[in-house]
């Protein structure tokens, strides 16, 4: 349970949200095979801006993230209750699709996982199963927009062909991005993006994802603290399931609320 | 006791004594502080026990191995020896003796013609046009018959003069009170190879005590030389043996000392024990090609390859007289081919289809409950012997099938077909491959579907477009090892699809396939120097060869399309 805070209270707000909220949730708990991971946690995410979730290790930061997509679904014995809107829509509705949920909230994981396809065909991938091109050409030009906006056209361009795997690990993770624009989602959900990849790679991508906020509302978890002060806007610290504090990226590194915010990001624990 | 068994009994004590000689030396060098030696006791123990033991025991062995194959060539080098002036006096005997003369003549004149004969046939069959004369060819066949039936008839006479002779010089040798060792030598230096090799194995019996297959003086005489030799061959590889197993032991006992190594060298000695194993099988592997290279060979030089590979007939008979019918047998094996690939593809139809349909099933739609239950049920069906698979499709499918198609208007539906033998052999194989792709697919890791879920797909989609394709190479394996099954399986088509070689593609005749060819080619008694059996040969190359061949098919198409996952 988080602090003795009264819901209306614990509503998380970034404070100077210029942009209309994205994403809300509403006292959202999840819970595997019984086992609590998260509780009650209320937040409001602004679009077009960078979110960073922080949080030791199965503080519940990731499953949380995987709610908004419902990832969560094709775990065996996973429960989500509560609210949890994107667009004013209940995504743990019966009647949302997450089929169609997904094409809409896009995800990049931890580790980069290409499909065993060419890299042409990994990025044409959620396009063609979501019909969104009538023709070849337009499917051409969705995969080199996706590219482009993944900044990784200038280096695949003469060999689309070649397996996705063959790329190096920032390529093949900036590849899974722009697979993942490729559909056009709005909001973009990155799980430790840059924890497999060597600092040149990394700093590609936070810049990538520096590009990416002019259009997509974007949350990231992270486990380093620089990462989220450098890319993010609003950061939120999780900690053993619960929302623990959230604010603009500035206050929580300059001047945490929480003792326990304050303990993490001084590196006294976690 | 026989003095080898002896011998290898004090070797085995004195193995023990080695390993706790080596051991209380090791102890005493430190006295008894061993921290301060580099091996464990033990090591020093096993150190001393291997050398003293295992070069002993080696050579005890290859005695045992080898033993009677030398006395037998030692025997025969004697006994030739003592013969060596009887041969002399047949030599001149043959040489003297004009009915042999004039009879070797004959032979070569007979053989000379039915050359002739050949080369005009050969030319004939190669002729084109309006030079074919099948009369003529007819005709040249039976005289080339004729010719070589006096060939051997010539042949025989030769041998039977040379007999008389071989006779005559041992009785006149009898009469002058020769050594009964000269006469033993003399028949078994002139009798012909089988022969000799039956005297030579019932003189080893007799020195060994066994019961021969005959017995007479010269045999008698001739096992006492062998059981000289045995003796002396015994007595001298039992003492060596001995020396070998004490120098050992005083040599590798005198090394131990608190900084000796014996822990590195034992590994080493395991090492070199493990190589030896996989050396083995290795081994054992190039003897069974080359065993089956050589045989084929034989077969290929009475039958040609091309006609083996190519022919459209398969009537492997052989007759007993020279003037029966089909007297060469036709060995053209295009129909066990073609059996063989009909029924491997009705199976692979049957077994690809369900054991892969089952194992994306059983992979990603299953439940664990359903799982659990259901994977082991499948791979029973793995361990059902093929036998009772075959007298399912004798008794139970063939009926089926029969009374279906007769049923829907198809006459003469065959009881054995190939199409019965082919769907129980599907059944059959449907556990490897559902097996072998389930696993497969379920080591394709959860971040590719994760991915594709990412991406908005469903777990169809997920399955089709990401799944497979990453399992893919696992999956060519899987079902290259159903078809190397399907082809090399024997108990299904010997029993349910016939053994009449018929060319068709129709899946309710009966076909017959090479395994099962194979099987009815080398049952029962058989000559093992006739064509016919010697086609077994043959037929188990060309086995191996697609076996082989899909194989390294299989392996290249699953390193090339190998996706690395880390």
Redesign the interface.
């Known amino acids: 349970m988080p602090d003795n805070q009264s819901h209306s209270d614990s509503i998380a707000g970034a404070g100077e949200a210029e942009q209309p909220v994205k994403v809300q949730a509403r006292d959202v708990c999840v819970s595997y095979s019984g086992k609590q991971a998260l509780n009650h946690v209320s937040i409001d995410v602004p679009d077009r801006s960078v979110t960073a979730f922080i949080g030791p290790s199965g503080c519940g930061k990731s499953t949380f993230l995987r709610c908004l997509n419902r990832m969560n679904d094709t775990i065996e014995g996973a429960r989500v209750t509560g609210s949890l809107k994107i667009d004013g829509l209940e995504v743990n509705d019966k009647s949302v699709d997450p089929v169609v949920l997904r094409a809409n909230v896009g995800m990049v994981f931890q580790k980069p996982n290409p499909f065993p396809k060419s890299i042409y065909d990994n990025v044409a991938y959620g396009p063609r199963i979501h019909g969104l091109a009538l023709s070849k050409d337009e499917l051409d030009a969705i995969v080199e927009d996706s590219l482009r906006k993944a900044g990784l056209w200038d280096e695949v361009a003469d060999r689309l062909n070649h397996p996705g795997t063959s790329l190096s690990g920032g390529q093949q993770q900036r590849l899974v991005i722009a697979r993942a624009i490729a559909v056009n989602p709005e909001v973009i959900l990155m799980d430790e993006p840059c924890s497999a990849l060597d600092p040149i790679a990394t700093a590609k991508i936070e810049e990538l994802i520096d590009e990416l906020r002019e259009n997509y509302c974007i949350i990231i978890v992270t486990h380093s603290m620089q990462q989220a002060a450098r890319v993010s806007q609003q950061t939120a610290f999780f900690h053993m399931g619960n929302l623990v504090e959230y604010g603009t990226t500035e206050d929580i590194f300059t001047n945490p609320r929480d003792p326990r915010t304050q303990d993490y990001i001084t590196g006294r624990f976690g | 006791m026989s003095v080898t068994a002896l011998i290898a009994l004090a070797i085995l004590v004195m193995l023990a004594g080695g390993f706790y000689a080596g051991r209380a030396r090791a102890i005493q060098a430190v006295e008894g502080n061993t921290v301060r030696l580099h091996s464990l006791p033990n090591y020093h123990g096993y150190y001393v026990a291997i050398w003293t033991g295992l070069p002993a025991l080696l050579l005890l062995l290859a005695h045992g191995m080898f033993a009677d194959k030398v006395v037998e060539n030692l025997t025969y080098a004697e006994l030739r020896r003592e013969a060596s002036s009887l041969n002399v006096q047949l030599n001149d005997a043959i040489e003297a003796d004009g009915a042999y003369e004039s009879l070797r003549t004959e032979a070569v004149q007979l053989r000379g013609r039915a050359e002739a004969i050949s080369a005009d046939i050969q030319r004939l069959r190669n002729a084109t046009g309006e030079d074919r004369d099948p009369e003529l060819m007819d005709r040249l066949e039976a005289e080339r018959l004729d010719a070589l039936n006096a060939v051997t008839a010539a042949d025989e006479a030769v041998l039977e003069r040379e007999g008389e002779l071989i006779a005559r010089v041992a009785a006149e040798a009898r009469a002058e009170g020769a050594p009964v060792r000269a006469l033993a030598g003399f028949e078994v230096s002139q009798a012909p190879r089988e022969q000799r090799q039956l005297f030579l194995a019932d003189t080893l019996n007799i020195a060994r005590g066994e019961l021969p297959s005959r017995e007479s003086r010269e045999l008698v005489a001739a096992a006492s030389i062998a059981t000289r030799h045995q003796n002396q061959l015994r007595f001298l590889i039992g003492g060596m043996a001995l020396v070998v197993a004490l120098a050992g032991l005083a040599r590798t006992r005198s090394q131990v000392e608190p900084a000796f190594r014996a822990r590195n060298h034992v590994e080493s000695l395991v090492t070199a024990l493990l190589f030896l194993s996989s050396v083995i099988a290795i081994l054992t592997t190039v003897g069974i090609v080359f065993s089956l290279l050589f045989e084929s060979l034989r077969f290929f030089s009475s039958v040609p390859v091309s006609e083996f590979l190519f022919g459209l007939q398969w009537s492997p008979q052989i007759a007993l007289r020279a003037d029966q019918v089909g007297q060469s047998g036709a060995f053209g094996a295009v129909p066990l081919f073609a059996g063989t690939g009909l029924i491997t593809l009705i199976a692979m139809v049957v077994a690809i289809p369900i054991g892969l349909l089952s194992a994306i099933y059983l992979s990603e739609y299953a439940g664990?409950r359903f799982r659990a239950t259901a994977k082991p049920l499948l791979e029973i069906l793995a361990g059902i012997p093929t036998v009772v698979y075959g007298f399912f499709a004798l008794l139970v499918v063939a009926p089926a099938i029969r009374g279906l198609f007769t049923w829907l208007g198809f006459d003469d539906v065959a009881t054995q077909s190939a199409l019965s033998a082919g769907l129980v052999m599907g059944i059959m194989i449907i556990p490897f491959i559902s097996s072998l792709s389930d696993d497969v697919i379920n080591s394709v890791?959860q971040?590719?579907?994760?991915?594709?879920?990412?991406?908005?797909?469903?777990r169809s989609?997920t399955i089709s477009?990401?799944v497979l394709?990453?399992a893919l190479p696992g999956i060519v394996g899987a079902i290259l090892l159903g078809v190397s099954r399907a082809v090399g399986e024997t108990m299904i088509v010997v029993m349910a699809a016939g053994q009449s070689a018929n060319l068709t593609a129709n899946p309710l005749e009966s076909v017959t396939t090479i395994t099962v060819q194979i099987v009815m080619l080398l049952t029962g008694d058989q000559e093992f120097d006739s064509p016919k059996t010697l086609s077994a040969f043959a037929l188990g190359l060309v086995l191996f060869v697609i076996t082989l061949i899909m194989n390294v098919v299989a392996l290249r198409v699953v390193q090339r399309y190998r996706?690395?996952y880390d």
């Open positions: 664990p890791p971040a590719l579907r994760d991915g594709s879920y990412a991406m908005g797909a469903t989609e477009h990401v394709p990453a996706e690395k």
